[in-house]
């Protein structure tokens, strides 16, 4: 996995102070909430697909949210499909398990989801089915440098 990528983005923005390296896996949202001892709703998801003009793009949502087909459709103007774990890692630049939005390819468009302002703070993956960072909602928006925050949890 990628996690020495993200940890650079996260080095070269002067954010380091916010990872965490993990004994156990947190490799999917039940064993990071476990693992962290924080609830399912707190560990910020990094899903990925399309917009309507096939440019990957990654949102970064509460880990108890889905998306909703709908909201999807009418915020990017194309059905929610998500890419493969071939296609994440290949124009991502991170393996499932680990998916972060923390050192993506060049070109992926970034989105935070409004279901992570619910909580003060959030934990996303970084890069590592063993490494998660802590952040609040408004500094991830920041720190990822986010299109902004979209609205198709459901």
């Known amino acids: 996995m990628s996690k020495e990528r993200a940890y650079a983005f996260l080095e070269k923005k002067g954010l380091t102070a ?3 390296e993990t004994e156990d896996s947190t490799a ?4 990071a909430a476990e693992v962290l001892g924080v ?3 707190e560990i910020a998801k990094s899903l990925t ?12 949502m509460a ?15 194309t059905k929610a499909k998500m890419l493969s774990p071939e ?3 290949d124009e991502i630049g991170h393996e499932v398990g680990g998916v972060t939005p923390f050192g993506v390819k060049e070109g992926v468009k970034l989105y935070v989801d409004e279901s992570l302002r619910t909580y003060d703070i959030v934990y996303p ?3 590592s089915a063993y490494a998660v960072c802590r952040f609040r909602p408004d500094e991830l928006i920041e ?10 949890a459901k």
């Open 28 to 31: 999917t949202v039940s064993m």
């Open 143 to 152: 720190a990822i440098d986010a299109e902004g925050a979209v609205d198709v």
């Open 63 to 77: 880990g108890d949210k889905r998306v909703d087909n709908k909201k999807f459709k009418a915020t990017f103007g």
């Open 87 to 89: 296609e994440v890692a």
């Open 125 to 127: 993956a970084c890069g």
């Open 18 to 20: 916010h990872f965490i």
């Open 39 to 41: 609830t399912e709703g």
């Open 49 to 60: 697909f399309r917009d309507k003009d096939g440019t990957p793009i990654l949102i970064v």
